[in-house]
């Protein structure tokens, strides 16, 4: 081992040394960036806008993620937050990283954890999921949690983008999520916990990298979790005209 | 305006240079100027397209690359056939050429014609590093002209070739602003039926292909000789000339369909070897292909070069004119392309394919069996459409039957096919092949994956081939994209059907939904690069190192 490597390691040394008297005829081995995993990395935010619901409510919302790996492997970082800007609180703020790989043509399974970390009480959970193109181009995230309290809940974010033309885009977004236990430090009840249904109009103004929208967005709690929320003193729905930007970089 | 005199204080040197047969090239950061926008990139000799060499026949050839970059560079003299160690491709011809390093390539020229050169590093070709070669053969030429001009053809993209390839991975229709639309949907609805375009609409979405998917880099202004359409590159001539014109397309991406409206162009040569002329209205010229053609302008008037991309996204422009600033007008982009059915080949089977390459073997079940059971509803949806078209595509057997590809000359004429392309004089005695090997073209377009028999370069094996044997390669194109396949080092001849009189090229197109072979005369020790020359592609993983053994000088990998 040691004899090849040194021979190697003296032909390649003499090789650069004088190149052209060397045997000319000698077949490298090609240790280029071409031979290597391709490794690629992307920030986007999917929604980053402001929001002002039916009863004057005011939220600033992100939802961002950020990635770096190569085709067999990536690295995920996935930020949402809900701010209230009347009471300077996160109603919701929660990160996630995760590994993730392909196990079909479009679809990558994903494990890692969520820290959610709002005003009031913390939770972290261990997260598997499933995340791709479904047919007719439904953009599909689908998480299983189960948190440090034991609780297990399901997560379902689906996509459809209609394009008006190549540059005015309505996307529609839903998510939705059941827990499987009841956890009412943080407002939540056994059932269909809660979704989101969004409407926004964008335009891609440069590129794909910065395209302002409008929209409606509903969000609505059910069962338990309203009741919950309504004995805190908050709505179990609402609406909210939202203005912000789709970023891509 | 500098560049010109550069340019011009150039090709004075050029005659003193050919009989020196030593050239010197340095690899430069440069502006380059399209005339939309101005952008920093690399080129040769401080000017992106770099010079065009011009070599003889017969001679030996010193070229002396001095890299002036920060970053490890390489010229590969594409079509050349030159012994593998001067063939410019860093990882198996050469270790490259490192910052300030001056690298001093030499090897006979033993052919002649029109050929390029470019970087074969990173993305330094797509960022501007190319140029041209004109080899002056030894012999008398078969056909004859008064005069002769280098129209070489590029997409210079504001991006860089770095950025491009991480957004083309981010969000593989990054670029694609030709998707079809909610407007598209009705006006479709109303000429085939509600019901037949809400068939196709889901045939693709179950697929989750798009029609549109022709060009995955838009938003590039196409150059000729490094000059933007306002530019006008102008080459001028006297009524009654024969023009040569030497077409070579140096794109990263773009595909280009070249007509010269009022005139009609004589191929006389392809990818460098002469061919049997034939007449056209009109050609598409593969990415990394060349092609000659003669003109010959009747009458004292402006005629516009007009190089239209295969997906309609963008053109190239330039103008023959009896003096400079005459400038004939310049047609308008025609409708963009839409794939069919057709293209897409045995859809299913594809699932299969990318299955395989993406799961390593073990994947989920329920989409395959979800396509076949989408495709013939898919297939019921598209007849209408590909019937139309089934008619002409009898006239191209390189484009698959119903094929939204198939090229139309604009002025309803003759479009140039491979069908039509005869060698001059046969290269090498026509013999059985030895064996044949199978290159399925593979890719996934949401993943911006892109393989052959569903490997990525970096997994693969390197294809073995035996000195003295005479391959031949077929190609299964089952992605939606056309892919021009590149062997270095050695010819590629393509079956075009016409035996010992098939053409010689070093650059072979695939079309979606195709099947194309092409013979190898193994005639080169070494090893080899071997790819699809869309620059994207290639760095994703359609990409394959050719390594043959033995013969006269063989080392024995």
């Known amino acids: 081992m040691t004899r090849i490597q040194t021979i190697t390691s003296t032909g390649a040394l003499v090789l650069s040394l004088i190149p052209m008297a060397a045997d000319a005829r000698e077949m490298i081995a090609d240790h280029t960036a071409r031979k290597q995993p391709l490794t690629t990395w992307g920030i986007q935010f999917e929604e980053l806008e402001y929001r002002y619901s039916d009863d004057d409510e005011e939220v600033g919302v992100w939802s961002a993620d950020a990635f770096y790996g190569t085709d067999d492997l990536k690295f995920r970082w996935m930020s949402k937050g809900e701010y209230a800007i009347d009471e300077q609180a996160y109603e919701g703020l929660e990160n996630q990283l995760v590994a993730q790989t392909p196990i079909s043509a479009f679809f990558d399974a994903k494990a890692g954890m969520r820290f ?52 005015w885009i309505i996307a529609a977004t839903l998510d939705a999520s059941v827990a499987f236990s009841e956890d009412r430090q943080i407002g939540v009840g056994k059932g269909l916990v809660s979704t989101e249904t969004g409407v926004r109009l964008s335009y891609d103004l440069i590129d794909r990298a910065f395209s302002p929208y409008l929209g409606v967005v509903h969000e609505r709690k059910y069962g338990d979790s309203a009741d919950l929320a309504e004995a805190e003193g908050a709505s179990a729905e609402d609406w909210f005209a939202v203005i912000g930007a789709r970023i891509a970089f | 305006m500098n560049r010109r005199l550069v340019a011009g204080f150039l090709f004075s040197l050029l005659p003193a240079l050919v009989t020196a047969g030593e050239y010197d090239l340095t690899v430069d950061r440069v502006d380059i100027d399209t005339g939309e926008f101005v952008k920093q990139g690399i080129g040769y000799n401080g000017a992106s397209p770099g010079p065009v060499l011009r070599f003889k026949e017969g001679e030996t050839v010193r070229i002396n690359v001095t890299n002036n970059l920060d970053e490890v560079t390489s010229i590969h003299w594409h079509g050349l056939i030159l012994p593998f160690e001067q063939d410019g491709v860093p990882g198996i011809s050469f270790p490259g050429i490192r910052p300030g390093d001056t690298f001093t390539y030499e090897f006979p020229i033993v052919q002649a014609g ?3 050169f470019h970087s074969h590093s990173g993305f330094q070709e797509p960022d501007g590093a190319y140029g041209a070669i004109v080899i002056e053969p030894e012999g008398r030429e078969p056909f004859r002209y008064d005069r002769e001009y280098v129209i070489q053809l590029t997409d210079k993209h504001p991006h860089s070739g770095d950025r491009i390839m991480r957004n083309l991975k981010m969000m593989p229709d990054y670029y694609n602003r030709q998707q079809q639309t909610v407007g598209e949907f009705f006006s479709d609805a109303s000429e085939q039926g509600l019901l037949t375009t809400l068939r196709d609409r889901m045939a693709w979405g179950n697929m989750r292909m798009m029609k549109a998917d022709v060009e995955d880099l838009q938003g590039f202004t196409g150059l000729i000789n490094g000059k933007g359409p306002e530019q006008n590159w102008t080459g001028l001539f006297e009524a009654g000339e024969r023009i040569r014109l030497r077409f070579i397309n140096s794109s990263a ?35 990394a292909e060349t092609y000659d053609v003669i003109v010959r302008p009747k009458d004292a008037e402006a005629y516009t070069i007009f190089a239209e991309s295969m997906g309609r996204s963008g053109y190239a422009r330039a103008t023959l004119a009896p003096e400079n600033g005459m400038e004939a007008p310049v047609p308008a982009l025609r409708e963009p392309s839409r794939l069919t059915m057709a293209d897409m080949g045995g859809a299913h089977d594809r699932a299969h394919g990318d299955m395989a390459g993406m799961n390593h073997g073990d994947g989920d079940n329920s989409m395959p069996s979800d396509m076949s059971g989408m495709d013939h509803s898919g297939m019921a949806g598209m007849d209408h459409g590909a019937m139309a078209r089934d008619q002409s595509a009898e006239g191209d057997p390189f484009y698959a039957k119903g094929s939204g590809l198939l090229p139309e000359a604009a002025n309803g004429g003759k479009f140039l096919s491979y069908a039509d392309l005869k060698a001059q004089k046969p290269l090498y005695e026509n013999r059985a092949p030895t064996r044949e090997i199978e290159l399925r073209l593979t890719g996934n377009m949401e993943r911006y994956t892109w393989s052959i028999n569903g490997v990525k370069y970096e997994d693969a094996d390197p294809i073995r081939l035996q000195y003295g044997e005479r391959v031949r390669f077929k190609f299964v194109n089952e992605t939606m994209m056309t892919h021009p396949m590149h062997l270095h080092g050695m010819w590629s001849i393509l079956d075009v059907g016409a035996g010992e009189w098939n053409p010689v090229k070093h650059t072979v197109s695939v079309q979606p939904g195709t099947t194309v072979f092409m013979e190898t005369e193994v005639d080169a020790t070494g090893q080899w690069a071997f790819h699809c020359h869309l620059s994207y592609h290639a760095a994703a993983g359609m990409f394959r190192k050719v390594i043959v053994e033995g013969g006269p000088e063989g080392s024995g990998a």
Request: a negative charge; charged letters at 20%; hydrophobic letters at 40%.
């Open chain 2, 114 to 116: 029109t050929y390029w």
């Open chain 2, 253 to 287: 991406m773009t595909y280009f369909d070249v007509r010269i409206p009022g005139l009609n162009m004589t191929v006389v040569q392809a990818d460098g070897n002469n061919v049997q002329p034939v007449t056209v209205d009109e050609f598409r010229i593969g990415v």
């Open chain 1, 116 to 167: 959610d970390t709002p005003e009031g009480p913390d939770r972290t959970y261990g997260v598997v999921g499933v995340t791709g193109l479904a047919p007719q181009w439904f953009e599909i995230d689908a998480s299983l949690y189960v948190s440090d309290e034991g609780d297990a809940s399901a997560e379902l974010d689906a996509e459809y983008e209609l394009l008006i033309t190549n540059h």
